[in-house]
Every structure is written in structure tokens, then in C-alpha cells.
């Protein structure tokens, strides 16, 4: 399906308008001078309608002007290479990651404020990192880093407010610690894991709550967290409610040893957004929801008296 978008800007006079769009996964121009726009202008076009690996195989081959402009940092504030690094992976090719997600942080010169990627590996992430001074949001699900190799870095990540470990199965409490020591404007952590059986009976063993723990230490100034399918329990979900004292949003599906006892489940649904460990309660909520979105439309109907035309 073909993508289209526009974006108009004045050059030197109010009839010299240029549009750039993005078709069958190419920059096209029409109308004006577009090789003359200021190059602050072109990254605020290209931010907003272009996808960085486009940006780097296409724009580039434009025109001067427009290589010069994706060559500068003004572009790579903002890098989103989630969905291209899903297409690597799917086509098998993963080992490009890496080295496309260097390139561009590098070309950002330590301005990047968002990077979001999926299964980026090591030598990525110490480029990010240490050129991450400005980072206020980074998204790395799947990623390959370890404990170590998040320890040896996070100190260039002291400004995150939003970071994404989910399914990042090889960094364990050593390395959440770590991001939560350093990282002291975290407000909004993700670190969803994947679905693990429903058991059925609750065994010590199937119980760790190091992670809630931690959490409640070191990160005490989340206002979101969204830990689904983790193994915690009771304990931990008191320590969190507890300490982070400025938690609003709390997502907790799948968390099959959290059984809400006392007071607990009072606490959680004084929450803005409280997501409970049974997924069956939000699917009977969309279905009780649509039932009674169409009861309503059915008592509307037959409410509706009868035109004259009708009666006629």
C-alpha cells in the first residue's frame, strides 16, 4: 500500500513552496527550489515524515544540499529502528543492526534524545551509551547486553526517564540494579517478560521478588511500570505500591503468584491505570463493555416512538 506524505514550507517568497513526500519507499520532490531550504528546515521535514533507514539510503542521493542535512545531527535527535530491525530479523539478516545503529548515534554527535531499537547487541548499545548524554528515552527489546556489559556503560544514561528492558532475558537484577542506581529521572520503566505457564499450585520456588525489590529501592520516582508475566508476589507488589509513592500506572497481567490478599487490591485499583495478573478479567471488561455498547443501541431503537409517516 503506498505511503504519502506532505509537508510544505516557505522558501524566499510567499509562491515558493516546495513538497516532500515519501512514495513506494522513495523521497520525491515537486515544485520550488527544494535544494536551496535551510538545512534546519529539511530535519524538521525529514524527522517527521522519513524513516532513518530511508533517510540513509535515499535522502542522502537527493542532492547536496540534503546530504550535508542527514550527514548533520539535527536529524538523528530522534531514532526510531524498531520496525527495520524486526524486518532484519525476520529476513534473517540481524548482524546489520549493529553496525546501521552505530552509524547513526554517531552522526547524532551525543544529540540523540530517543532511541528505539529490537534485538540490538552489544557492541550497538556501547556506541548508544556512551554517546547517550542527551537520552531521555531508550527502547531496546530483545536486546543481547548483559549485566556487565550495562554496568560498564549506564553512567552516560543519568538522564532516562523511559527505558525498555522487556524480554531482555540476559540482563538479571545485577543489571536493573545498575539502571536504577544511575539513572535517577526514570520515571516510566517497561520490563515485560515472556509468557511462562500458568501454574498450577504456588510453589517457593516459582516466586522471585528480587526484581520488585530492587525496583522499590532504587527507583523510587516511577510514575509507570509495566512488568507483566514476571514471577513476583504479593511481597513485591507492597514494596512497589510502598516506596514509589508517585506510581500511577501499574501493569501486572501475567503475574500468576500475585493473588492481591488484604489490603492490596484496594491500593492497586486507586491507581490511574491498574492492569490486574488475570487476563480473563480484561477480556470479560471489552466483552461486558461491547454488550452493553449494543443493549444501549437495541433500548434506542425500540424507544424511538413511531413517525406518523410510520403509522401511516
Known sequence: MEKEREEMESMNGPSKRVCVRVENGSVCTTGGRWDELNPEILASIFL?????????RSVVLVCR??????????????????DWCRKCCIAKRPHLIDPVVRKVVRQSRSTVQRLSTYRLGISGFSSAASRGRCLKTLQIPM????????????????????????????????????????????THLRRNMPLWELPTSVEASDINDQEALIIAETMKG?????FAFNRLSDTGIETI????????????QGCWNVELKGDLEVRCKKLVDFRSPWIDEHEDNLVDSSDN??????????????????LD
Open 48 to 56: 517527521r515524515i522519513v524513516p532513518p533507514d530511508l533517510m540513509v
Open 65 to 82: 544540499n540534503w546530504m550535508e542535512t542527514v550527514s548533520g545531527p539535527s536529524c538523528w535527535t530522534e531514532i526510531d529502528l524498531e
Open 143 to 186: 536486546c543481547e547486553v548483559t549485566d556487565q556489559v550495562v554496568e560498564k556503560h549506564v553512567r552516560f544514561l543519568a538522564n532516562l526517564t523511559f527505558l525498555d528492558i522487556s524480554y531482555c532475558l540476559k540482563i538479571t537484577e545485577k543489571g536493573l540494579k545498575a539502571f536504577g542506581t544511575q539513572c535517577k529521572s526514570l
Open 222 to 226: 516511577l510514575q509507570r511500570l509495566d
Open 241 to 252: 505500591l510502598t516506596q514509589c509513592k508517585a506510581l500511577t500506572h501499574l501493569e501486572i
Open 293 to 310: 455498547e449494543d443493549e444501549s443501541d437495541d433500548e434506542s431503537i425500540y424507544s424511538e416512538s413511531p413517525s406518523s409517516s410510520d
